[in-house]
């Protein structure tokens, strides 16, 4: 049973932006603080941000201020905008509940940030 679905993903130029998306059963949704985390070539899974159900947020060093999570409670999905795309932000990216559990992951969305 898939319970959280990434989407939004993509090849964009330095600089540019993408949102992604993630939907998530309102069972997991309705209870859980929720995160976005991803995975570069070679390196470990990593928090990107996450955002408690009241909207509190928090975010990794390298994407302060250039990436935004958000949460639309009444659609159950999470959103990340990412602005300012640099190579760096090369990676497969995912949604899970914060702190994150291992029968969460799901296939992810793979953002390629290449000129």
């Known amino acids: 049973q898939v319970q959280l679905v990434e989407s939004g993903g993509g090849l964009v130029q330095p600089g540019g932006s993408l949102r992604l998306s993630c939907a998530a059963s309102k069972s997991i949704f309705s209870i859980n603080a929720m995160g976005w985390y991803r995975q570069a070539p070679g390196k470990q899974r990593e928090l990107v941000a996450g955002?408690?159900?009241?909207?509190?947020?928090n975010y990794a060093d390298s994407v302060k201020g250039r990436f935004t999570i958000s949460r639309d409670n009444s659609k159950n999905t999470v959103y990340l905008q990412m602005n300012s795309l640099n190579p760096e932000d090369t990676a497969v990216y995912y949604c899970n509940v914060k702190p994150a559990l291992e029968r969460y992951w799901g296939q992810g969305t793979q953002v390629t940030v290449s000129s």
């Open positions: 955002i408690t159900r009241i909207g509190i947020t």
